[in-house]
T-cell receptor
């Protein structure tokens, strides 16, 4: 069975600094995809970044990068130059054969 | 291009009542998903569909049913509402051959009393 683990219930970061949100996963599927989503207090789910299991390079999208370490089964999200608007819940997710599993989330608070 | 739309936004049900949560996407996506999010938790997959006429169970399918008669629509049916089904329900869609971005609807907040 697939499993996604986010071990940090809450994180604080100073504005303009970088922060890493941890995500580990477990799957027996040879091909899988890893996602990060942001959920602000308004409740919508916002796609941030995607990494395929066969992708050779780490994914980047603007200030977001995904630190993919396949052997360690980790897919950490790095946010550079944090902004106050980055304060939100962040969810890691994995797609296996067809279904999707989400982690419990990390609440990020950016301090001015 | 409206993306993924969900109706209603909010609903209160009595125990034992039935209802259908509507989900429509106008992006010609083949994959569609239903999730529930309990307070302070991540999303759990209820059902998903890889195309019209094809549906499959996710992690928490009990108490729900789905159908996919068209590419655009993926309704979720609650037959006998229970307090444990109080949650926020999200519908999502994606077209895998064109990238992995999964588009979410705004959610339906359901309260079962």
């Amino acid at each position: 069975a697939q499993k996604i683990t986010q071990t940090q219930p809450g994180m604080f970061v100073q504005e303009k600094e970088a922060v890493t949100l941890d995500c580990t996963y477990d799957t027996s599927d040879p091909s899988y995809g890893l996602f990060w989503y942001k959920q602000p207090s308004s409740g919508e789910m916002i796609f941030l970044i995607y990494q395929g299991s066969y992708d050779q390079q780490n994914a980047t999208e603007g200030r977001y990068s995904l630190n993919f370490q396949k052997a360690r089964k980790s897919a950490n999200l790095v946010i550079s130059a944090s902004q106050l608007g980055d304060s939100a819940m962040y969810f890691c997710a994995m797609r296996g054969s067809d279904d999707m599993r989400f982690g419990a989330g990390t609440r990020l608070t950016v301090k001015p | 291009n409206a993306g993924v739309t969900q109706t209603p936004k909010f609903r209160i049900l009595k125990i034992g009542q039935s209802m259908t949560l509507q989900c429509t996407q106008d992006m010609n996506h083949n994959y569609m998903y239903w999730y529930r999010q309990d307070p302070g938790m991540g999303l759990k997959l209820i059902y998903y569909s890889v195309g019209a006429g094809i549906t499959d169970k996710g992690e928490v399918p009990n108490g729900y049913n789905v159908s996919r008669s068209t590419t655009e629509d993926f309704p979720l049916r609650l037959e006998l509402a229970a307090p444990s089904q109080t949650s926020v329900y999200f519908c999502a869609s994606t077209y895998w051959e064109q990238g992995e971005t999964q588009y979410f609807g705004p959610g339906t907040r359901l309260l079962v009393l």
